[in-house]
T-cell receptor, first 119, second 109 residues
Framework: NAGVMQNPRHLVRRRGQEARLRCSPM?????VYWYRQLPEEGLKFMVY????????ESGMPKERFSAEFPKEGPSILRIQQVVRGDSAAYFC?????????????????FGPGTRLTVL | KNEVEQSPQNLTAQEGEFITINCSYS?????LHWLQQHPGGGIVSLFM???GKKKHGRLIATINIQEKHSSLHITASHPRDSAVYIC???????????FGPGTRLSVLP
């Protein structure tokens, strides 16, 4: 059973370009979380998604950032018109659905992260 | 006051020592997670706690809900335990995770 996969592992973009980060959850997992870790800082929650549904996007910047988790295929974190401050490691995690319980009770399995560098 | 605090910020130990890392939080939570981030950046979930105590190998995690405090203990520490240990709490709705700043542990041979 493959773990959480993220690609690309490293992504370099110039200011103003778009960045697309992909996350394939573990088989059977229907919950996906995205986190950002700025250089020398801690992890910050960005967004929590279930298939075709954004559950909590309270950690997402209001502009330029969007996330989706379609019925088929990986979850995508999209950053439009990147700026230098977007340079960070972006981690995805997945968990199985736990019927009747909030997601905080679910163990999360983390992907290896995508390191985004904006030149 | 930060919602999740950890102590110590940095910790150096000799191989074989017993290690304790502390986490205090100020919000109502549904669950608390301990994570390990390796020097290469990879993150592993160690424990999820909502009450009591859990043990996995040389790792023990405890939580006191009334005191809003959790501890992670490592027995017989080893250089391969060197990593950043992160405490994360899920709020009462269980959806928004808040992370502590991490404790950087170095275990010397």
């Amino acid at each position: 059973n493959a773990g959480v996969m993220q690609n690309p592992r490293h992504l370099v973009r110039r200011r103003g370009q778009e960045a697309r980060l992909r996350c394939s959850p573990m088989k059977g997992h229907s919950h996906v979380y995205w986190y950002r870790q700025l250089p020398e800082e801690g992890l910050k929650f960005m967004v929590y998604l279930q298939k075709e549904n954004i559950i909590d996007e309270s950690g997402m910047p209001k502009e330029r950032f969007s996330a989706e988790f379609p019925k088929e295929g990986p979850s995508i974190l999209r950053i439009q018109q990147v700026v230098r401050g977007d340079s960070a490691a972006y981690f995805c995690a997945s968990s199985p659905a736990t019927s009747g319980r909030p997601s905080g009770y679910n163990e999360q399995f983390f992907g290896p992260g995508t390191r985004l560098t904006v030149l | 006051k930060n919602e999740v605090e950890q102590s110590p910020q940095n910790l150096t130990a000799q191989e074989g020592e017993f290690i304790t890392i502390n986490c205090s939080y100020s919000v109502g939570i549904s669950a608390l997670h301990w994570l390990q981030q390796h020097p290469g950046g990879g993150i592993v979930s160690l424990f999820m706690l909502s009450s009591g105590k859990k043990k996995h190998g040389r790792l023990i995690a405890t939580i006191n809900i009334q005191e809003k405090h959790s501890s992670l203990h490592i027995t017989a520490s080893h250089p391969r335990d060197s990593a950043v240990y992160i405490c994360a709490v899920a709020d009462n709705y269980g959806q928004n995770f808040v992370f502590g700043p991490g404790t950087r542990l170095s275990v010397l041979p």
